[in-house]
């Protein structure tokens, strides 16, 4: 299809409006297969014909491409910007195509900016509008796939899989349809449900030779394969399939697929580098040279990056502001992982307590069985300090008076950063102190925390 573009482009090289339609269909094409330089150079010469020729539909369509193309690359800010510029062209001209592509991605743009609660709100919206427009069919159920991967990320796992249910009942295109299966993949991933990843990478064919044309998909498929093999009880399989993906730039290279592929290989490293130390030191160091050339354009990016430079409390800290339950206790794990390695038992402890509750209320049965064979080895009861904060009514507080110092700034709504301002220690000491207080009172969020303190008349 390339080559059929780039014949039909010097084919016509006077610039009028023949050649404009012609670029933005290359432009757009260059711009999902990540050739994000030459895609948006046709992309904007392509806009600056539409402008001259007033062609105001065009000119919202090649605003969007060229959106997509800072989404891409993580300027997201700036992704926002152009999209709702390009909406408020398409509602003057009555575009119903450009006004919901302009929703989709900005739903997208929301979600890999940490705002996901926003995007499931612009979502809805947006498929009331498709509706209206009479595209729901194409465009609307696009939206809904983009909300289903907005609770995904909230670890709203039920809601997810029953949107996907209901959406694939809409008959959506083929590439729609396949969206959709791959969010369904991902919360296979979580929940340990092997059959149903391996339904979902059996109809888009990941198991096949060819591979995908293009970016998201790439990523998405190398993230479910790597999730399979880790489910099969084949952690080297999955090694092997990591260390192929850190070679291929076009993914760890472009910020809005790359942070949550590098962040799962730095995952990978985590789980396997007993089994593999020399191969997961390799694939570190070329994970953390790929993060290093990235931007850090969003909360999100940031998790991600402090997940990668090992500073795990910083990252479960960063994942719980976010509202991202899985990540959260992902990071809680591999900081346990990491206490219980420098001897540190008590840490361990504190760590794989608070990221239980968390693992069993999003039905996580992998992320829970990898804490309790952790808590095993290291000899820790997951349980015991439940059984603590049930014998306060004697008087005797399961916190230590520097945690319930916390707690009481915490139960008053401040940050980790303010509490450390107030209490005169780092932030990241901070963020310790609420892992072992979520730990020690068996909950797994800060408002939790607060509300089993007043219960058990730990604060005033």
């Not at 499931?120 to 498709?130: T, W």
């Not at 969003?298 to 998790?303: D, F």
């Not at 945690?403 to 963020?431: C, D, H, P, Y």
Request: aromatic share 4%; hydrophobic share 45%; charged share 25%.
């Amino acid at each position: 299809m390339l080559d059929d573009l780039r014949y039909a482009e010097r084919l016509v090289p006077e610039p009028g409006l023949e050649r404009a339609e012609v670029l933005s269909k290359l432009g757009s094409y260059l711009i999902f297969s990540g050739e994000l330089a030459e895609g948006t150079t046709h992309t904007e010469e392509a806009l600056r014909i539409a402008r001259e020729h007033g062609e105001e539909t065009l000119e919202a369509e090649l605003l969007l491409n060229l959106a997509l193309g800072h989404s891409i690359a993580g300027r997201i800010e700036t992704t926002i910007e152009l999209n709702e510029t390009a909406q408020a062209i398409g509602e003057r001209v009555e575009s119903g195509r450009s006004v919901l592509r302009a929703i989709a991605n900005n739903v997208d743009a929301l979600n890999n900016m940490g705002r996901s609660v926003e995007a499931i709100e612009l979502a809805l919206e947006g498929e009331r509008l498709s509706r209206k427009y009479g595209r729901y069919r194409n465009q609307g159920t696009f939206i809904a796939n983009n909300r289903a991967e907005a609770l995904e990320a909230l670890g709203r796992f039920d809601e997810a899989a029953e949107l996907v249910e209901r959406i694939l009942g809409n008959d959506p295109t083929l590439r729609t349809r396949h969206h959709l299966r791959r969010v369904r993949g991902d919360v296979a991933v979580a929940r340990g449900e092997t059959d149903v990843l391996k339904s979902v990478l059996d109809e888009v064919s990941a198991f096949g030779t060819v591979p995908e044309e293009f970016m998201q998909e790439l990523t998405t498929d190398a993230r479910l394969m790597i999730g399979l093999r880790m489910l099969s009880g084949e952690p080297l399989a999955a090694l092997e399939i990591a260390e192929r993906v850190a070679l291929e730039a076009q993914i760890t290279s472009k910020p809005m697929l790359g942070w949550r592929m590098l962040g799962l290989l730095g995952g990978i490293c985590e789980t396997v580098e007993e089994l593999a130390p020399e191969r997961v030191a390799a694939l570190r160091a070329h994970v953390e040279k790929a993060a290093a050339a990235m931007t850090v354009d969003s909360p999100v990016a940031e998790a991600y990056r402090l997940g990668l430079t090992r500073d795990h409390d910083a990252a479960a800290a960063a994942w719980e502001r976010l509202a991202r339950p899985f990540p959260q206790a992902k990071s809680l794990l591999y900081g346990g992982r990491m206490a219980a390695g420098a001897g540190d038992r008590d840490g361990a402890a504190s760590r794989l307590r608070a990221a239980h509750p968390i693992a069993g209320a999003l039905s996580a049965r992998p992320l829970a069985t990898e804490i309790e064979a952790l808590a095993r080895r290291v000899g820790i009861s997951l349980t015991e300090q439940a059984g603590v904060v049930g014998q306060t009514g004697g008087g005797e507080s399961p916190l230590t008076p520097r945690e319930l110092e916390v707690l009481r700034l915490v139960a008053l709504g401040r940050s980790n950063r303010e509490v450390a301002a107030e209490l005169f220690i780092s932030a990241k000491t901070v963020s310790v102190h609420v892992s072992n207080i979520l730990g020690k009172l068996g909950v797994s969020t800060r408002g939790e925390a607060v509300a089993t303190a007043h219960r058990l008349a730990l604060i005033g």
